[in-house]
């Protein structure tokens, strides 16, 4: 098994910044992807970013030239960092990791708690 542990969340104005963290522990040879998934109130989960084992990114057109994934392998950890915040940000952030996918789409195996991350205007 995999588990993953978020941290980094908080309450922030609008225009600030704010770096997520995502440590992951267990089996983590058969993680492939690692990702970054965001639910408000009332809306359905989204897929804000993700990155592969080789380094590939792909971003909601929602958070393009704001947010940064990137993972460390040698923590076992993977970081979003969020830039010039929104109030339509404002979300529980759920890290996710993939061990393998169907068609174009990860499967995405592997769930964090979530992280809350509140942007004031």
């Known amino acids: 098994q995999v588990q993953l542990v978020e941290s980094g969340g908080g309450l922030v104005q609008a225009g600030g910044s704010l770096r997520l963290s995502c440590a992951a522990s267990?089996?983590?040879?058969?993680?492939?992807?690692m990702g970054w998934y965001r639910q408000a109130p009332g809306k359905q989960r989204e897929l804000v970013a993700f990155?592969?084992?080789?380094?590939?990114?792909n971003y909601a057109d929602s958070v393009k030239g704001r947010f940064t994934i990137s993972r460390d392998n040698a923590k076992n950890t993977v970081y979003l960092q969020m830039n010039s915040l929104k109030p339509e940000d404002t979300a529980a952030y759920y890290c996710?990791?993939?061990?393998?996918?169907?068609?174009?789409?990860?499967?995405?195996?592997?769930w964090g708690q979530g992280t809350q991350v509140t942007v004031s205007s």
């Open positions: 996710a990791a993939a061990v393998r996918r169907t068609g174009i789409n990860w499967d995405w195996d592997y």
């Open positions: 990155i592969t084992s080789s380094g590939s990114t």
């Open positions: 267990g089996i983590i040879f058969r993680i492939n992807t």
